[in-house]
């Protein structure tokens, strides 16, 4: 059997190596080198303690405010409003308590096996020195910030992911480069960190071409059917024959799914961040302050700083005044950091209105596969949805109810 599997970041390609490994002949193809998307330029957080659904009411009763605030944390671009109208639809209907119930049981039905399936994979692929032993720190002034948090922390308790409250005494322990003006934080030891998620996916895909299989570079143009899909065919004229076809090419599926004739509420969530080197201080544990909609982790040799969403699409021009604006506020929890050395990114997250990924066999074309809209958790779902996507295409019996995450749930 010949896969071909379209997307080259990390769910494509721990897809690709999980079906090389099960005996399949199997083609990645993006129309760019490995991991130069979202995979790239993530956060390098293992966070498996953020499968909470967006739509949760705490969130979207904000929304207004930080849409009118040019440096909020989620900002929309006034050209772009008409369009995301049927999307937020959806996602205000993911906001009914029942819903948020079932939502929040399928992340973390996802989040919970994450480490079972990480860990043989890194172990198989020798890379187990790319996961960091320490945790993540969530960062709060005083009480009311941490109240304004509480039904985070809910969430947790009622699914058993292990946290710990703490103060000022014991974050300065830990982390002390953090301010004084830190007073609660609560450590959440499973959210470890990559050392380079950008080398983790080259790695892989090196492993990957090591048990046979092939990397193509092409933008995908169509696909050729007879009963079922029987190739991908390529701008340049090229033809990849198949026998399924799995598309797993980020913010950018839904372009594919569509020329299927299968549409899916898939948007995206430009994101940025600032890569730091030489930034004067050293960390151990990756750091969030939602307050401030920001992130910092210690990776790729420095420290890189990242937070807040942009719904722009896929077309518009990079604006980095935002991955400004979060230096800005990282300065406030690391007074010490130094930005001389810097290099700022932007790319696409894929965002369903529900938060939960699609992992599923086409509803329309026989032998298609679509896994996308991982959001923020790309890298933590990684090792897997490459697990359950290998089941479902070769027949297996996945280790969870996969009805949530059919692409046909819309």
């Not at 997250?349 to 032998?367: C, E, F, N, Q, Y």
């Amino acid at each position: 059997m010949t896969t071909v599997v379209v997307g080259a970041g990390i769910i494509g390609v721990a897809i690709a190596h999980d079906l090389q490994r099960r005996g399949r002949d199997v083609v990645l193809v993006d129309r760019g080198p490995v991991s130069m998307g979202a995979s790239y330029g993530n956060m390098a957080s293992i966070a498996v303690t953020e499968f909470m659904p967006a739509s949760r009411p705490s969130v979207w009763r904000q929304m207004p405010g930080w849409m009118l605030d040019p440096e909020g944390p989620v900002r929309v671009k006034p050209s772009y409003m008409p369009k995301l109208l049927p999307w937020f639809a959806r996602f205000l209907a993911a906001s009914r308590p029942a819903k948020l119930r079932e939502l929040e049981a399928q992340g973390a039905a996802l989040c919970g096996r994450v480490y079972e399936d990480l860990l043989p994979l890194l172990a198989e692929t020798r890379l187990e020195g790319e996961l960091t032993e320490e945790g993540c720190l969530s960062l709060y002034t005083d009480e009311a910030e941490f109240a304004a948090d509480r039904d985070h922390i809910e969430i947790l308790e009622r699914f058993g992911f292990p946290h710990e409250v703490i103060g000022r005494q014991a974050i300065r322990a830990l982390e002390p480069e953090l301010s004084d003006k830190i007073g609660m934080a609560v450590v959440f030891p499973q959210n470890r960190s990559l050392r380079d998620p950008h080398r983790l996916v080259v790695k892989l895909s090196e492993r990957f071409l090591a048990l046979g299989g092939r990397i193509e570079t092409g933008e995908v143009a169509g696909f050729e059917r007879g009963e079922g899909v029987t190739g991908v065919r390529l701008s340049d004229g090229r033809v990849l024959p198949a026998d399924e076809v799995v598309l797993a090419a980020g913010a950018f599926t839904g372009r594919l799914t569509a020329m299927l004739g299968e549409l899916i509420p898939l948007e995206t969530e430009r994101g940025s961040h600032t890569q730091i080197m030489s930034p004067g201080i050293s960390m151990r544990h990756s750091i969030i302050w939602p307050a401030k909609a920001f992130m910092v982790t210690p990776a790729a040799g420095g420290i890189r700083v990242g937070g807040t969403v942009e719904m722009a699409g896929l077309d518009a021009a990079p604006d980095y005044r935002r991955a400004k604006e979060t230096v800005k506020r990282a300065r406030e929890a690391l007074p010490n950091l130094r930005c001389e050395k810097f290099a700022e990114w932007m790319g696409h997250r894929p965002a369903l209105p529900d938060t939960v990924p699609i992992l599923s066999a086409s509803a329309k074309t026989r032998g298609v596969y679509v896994a996308t809209g991982h959001g923020h958790l790309g890298v933590t779902y990684a090792a897997t949805t490459a697990r359950l996507m290998g089941d479902l295409v070769t027949g297996a019996t996945p280790p969870i109810d996969m009805r949530p995450y059919r692409i046909d749930r819309f």
